[in-house]
């Protein structure tokens, strides 16, 4: 198996996990980040759902703002009441 073949097998592997980071201060601002987020599939200020592999993310809070949307990764702000998660 060639450097090529390792690197496609390394990327198809990376795509199925998915990392979730939320920081807060004192329960009033959290900030969430999403990695290996592949779309939005619904967005409104108090619900947001996100696809990652095999599942979806369920965010709920008030309001919630998207404030990076960048390769891969995902970053919303706000008061988070709740994380669900489905799978698809």
Same mark, same amino acid.
């Given at each position: 198996? +060639?450097? @090529?073949?390792?690197?496609?097998?390394?990327?198809?592997?990376? /795509?199925?996990?998915? %990392?979730?980071?939320?920081?807060?201060?004192?329960?009033?601002?959290?900030?969430?980040? *999403?990695?290996?987020?592949?779309?939005?599939? $619904?967005?409104d200020d108090?619900?947001?759902?996100?696809?990652?592999? /095999?599942?979806d993310? @369920? *965010? %709920? +809070?008030?309001?919630? *703002?998207?404030?990076?949307? /960048?390769?891969?990764?995902?970053?919303?702000? /706000?008061?988070?009441? $709740?994380?669900?998660?489905?799978?698809?």
């Open positions: 198996m +060639g450097v @090529r073949e390792r690197l496609i097998e390394y990327e198809e592997a990376a /795509g199925r996990k998915f %990392s979730i980071t939320m920081t807060a201060d004192n329960g009033k601002n959290a900030e969430l980040t *999403v990695e290996n987020c592949r779309c939005v599939k $619904s967005c108090n619900f947001i759902v996100l696809s990652v592999f /095999g599942m993310i @369920r *965010v %709920s +809070g008030t309001p919630l *703002v998207i404030d990076n949307f /960048g390769i891969g990764s995902i970053k919303i702000t /706000g008061k988070i009441h $709740s994380l669900t998660f489905e799978e698809c």
